[in-house]
């Protein structure tokens, strides 16, 4: 099992700065692929991030290249998620997930099959 926890949502302006964190306990962290989503209200859940278990690979959605960066710390048990030029559309409960098998790349493909997921936080930006 591994325990996924966000942290670092929080209510910005438009234009602003975020750093989400993705702490995870269990089983050992750098075997997994891990991967950002984020569900918007009213909105399908979409892939916004994905990195692979050794940092080499990492896919974004269209609409937060330039803007966001994914990176991990194996020796922490650690994904972030650095938002910058936050726009209103950025709006969401974001949620980290984790998976032994499924790659980066294919995250977006296979999101019913992802083996973990955290609770979600919630990133909120004022226009």
């Known amino acids: 099992q591994v325990q996924l926890v966000e942290s670092g949502g929080g209510l910005v302006q438009a234009g602003g700065s975020l750093r989400l964190s993705c702490a995870a306990s269990?089983?050992?962290?750098?075997?997994?692929?891990m991967g950002w989503f984020r569900q918007a209200p009213g909105k399908e859940r979409e892939l916004v991030a994905a990195i692979s278990w050794y940092g080499g690979v990492a896919t974004y959605t269209d609409s937060v290249k330039g803007r966001f960066t994914i990176s991990r710390d194996n020796a922490k048990n650690t994904v972030f998620l650095q938002m910058n030029s936050l726009k209103h559309e950025d709006t969401a409960v974001y949620y980290c997930?984790?998976?032994?098998?499924?790659?980066?790349?294919?995250?977006?493909?296979?999101?019913?099959?992802?083996?973990?997921w955290g609770k979600g936080t919630l990133v909120t930006v004022s226009s």
């Open positions: 269990g089983r050992t962290f750098s075997n997994y692929h």
């Open positions: 997930v984790a998976d032994p098998w499924i790659t980066a790349q294919a995250m977006n493909l296979r999101v019913d099959d992802l083996t973990y």
